[in-house]
């Protein structure tokens, strides 16, 4: 089995190559798991808000709105950013398990976990762009419609504060999965710098 180095059975000490990796393990894991909590969290109320608002305009339960679509990705994004919060949580754990000669995991272990957090945040986030180019696109669309002087009469149709909160959450979990990426990108090339 492919072992991370420092793992030797014989003397049951620990390398300095191999505690370093398990410090920036545990390091980079809690700073991207911290990032990703906070827009995650700032992401879902105002998601919330707009599901449990939907009647503050009745001409949108009237007739269904285009940007629920772009709503629907979000909230896959969000799903999909929920594992990548996981994933990021498990960094700092493997980390502490490298001070231990005993429960070290493999190199395999620690490659799995760090792909699987690269690959949630990479799908979570096209799912998560292509919400943002919909909602956008939909905002230009009602934008470009409006004909001169619908601001007196026809208030129903401009762009409204929470259509820009939609706008927002999604570029929040946009945001936190790329910091995902990097984490798990930056803890990958540390695990391949130290091959035996």
Known sequence: MNRLPG????????TEPIHRLGQDLQRIGWIGFWIQVIFAF????????VFFGRNFNASQIQAPNRSNFGLILACIGLIFLSIGIYCNFRYPQLGRQMDNPEKRPA????LKYL???LWVNVLGMVFTVIAAEWNVGM???????????????????????IDIFVVQSKINIIAAQLTGI?????LLLRVNQNQP
């Open 182 to 186: 990097i984490s798990a990108l930056w």
């Open 7 to 14: 793992q030797r059975k014989a003397k049951g000490k620990v």
């Open 42 to 49: 700032l992401s879902l109320i105002i998601i919330l808000t």
């Open 107 to 110: 190199k395999a272990e620690v």
């Open 115 to 117: 792909k699987l957090g």
């Open 139 to 161: 905002l230009l669309l009602r934008v470009l419609s409006l004909p001169q002087g619908a601001a007196v009469y026809a208030t129903g149709l401009l762009v409204e504060p």
